[in-house]
């Protein structure tokens, strides 16, 4: 079983269709009027104790992963998307040291594109192992 497979068996949290607006985009239009982004996460962690227990000490609040999104995807202007999920993936990690691997998903619905579209966007997948040994991590320290 190679480490995708694990991650996508595994246990974890889900938060899907998180709505913010932000400032992000490299068009000016889209730094100064802001628009909505849609964003789901996973986050992968052992929930055995938490399932025995019932206790919230042993696992992690949705909660707080939502704030930590809004406080991306509402805080410091980024040009693409990619750093957007990045910035998600990093800050998760740096809070909650039981979480081995994240999955983020940031999407414009609102885009100047021709055609008919739900959103377009970026699908992220960073585990603690390989991604936090990079430089990449040190955005938030």
Not at 75 to 83: A, P, T
Not at 90 to 118: E, N, W, Y
Not at 124 to 140: C, F, V, W
Request: charged share 30%; hydrophobic share 40%; net charge neutral.
């Amino acid at each position: 079983m190679d480490e995708d497979d694990r991650v996508m068996k595994g246990d974890k949290l889900v938060l899907r269709g998180l709505k913010f607006h932000g400032f992000h985009g490299v068009k000016p239009e889209e730094r100064t009027l802001g628009q909505k982004f849609i964003v789901d996460v996973d986050a992968w962690l052992d929930l055995r104790q938490a399932g025995v227990s019932d206790n919230l000490s042993e696992t992690v609040s949705y909660t707080d992963i939502y704030r930590i999104a809004k406080e991306v995807v509402e805080g410091e202007r980024q040009n693409l998307l990619e750093s957007v999920a990045h910035r998600i993936a990093v800050a998760t990690f740096k809070k909650f040291p039981q979480i081995s691997d994240v999955r983020v998903k940031v999407g414009k619905p609102h885009v100047a594109v021709r055609g008919q579209l739900d959103y377009l966007g970026v699908d992220i997948l960073r585990s603690r192992n390989i991604d936090t040994q990079s430089k990449a991590e040190n955005i938030y320290s």
